[in-house]
Nanobody, 120 residues
Framework: QVQLVESGGGLVQPGGSLSLSCVASGSIFRVRAMGWYRQAPGKQRELVATIIVGGITNYADSVKGRFTISRDNGVNTVHLQMNSLKPEDTAVYYC??????????????WGQGTQVTVSS
């Protein structure tokens, strides 16, 4: 069993910054990729940023230059630093990971989600 536990998020004014973190734990052999997705009310869940083993990153166009994803491989943790936040960044942010368990089978896992609200 694998668990993803998120922290961070909250309420911030436009132009402000927030940081999210997510820790993967459980019967883990290897975490190949970690990332963040978000879902705003009435919209589909969308990719925000991902990072794979080796440090290769991918960002949604809407967050490029404002958000930075990073990873601590030794502790299976991913961070998302969000700067210059806009009201349209308001959403529930979900941590995602592609995890191979001790059985070597790889599967996707999701965190419970954390609310980010950008409002004055």
């Amino acid at each position: 069993q694998v668990q993803l536990v998120e922290s961070g998020g909250g309420l911030v004014q436009p132009g402000g910054s927030l940081s999210l973190s997510c820790v993967a734990s459980g019967s883990i052999f290897r975490v190949r990729a970690m990332g963040w997705y978000r879902q705003a009310p009435g919209k589909q869940r969308e990719l925000v940023a991902t990072i794979i083993v080796g440090g290769i990153t991918n960002y949604a166009d809407s967050v490029k230059g404002r958000f930075t994803i990073s990873r601590d491989n030794g502790v299976n943790t991913v961070h998302l630093q969000m700067n210059s936040l806009k009201p349209e960044d308001t959403a529930v942010y979900y941590c995602h990971a592609e995890v191979a368990t001790i059985t070597r089978k790889e599967s996707p896992y999701w965190g419970q989600g954390t609310q980010v609200t950008v409002s004055s």
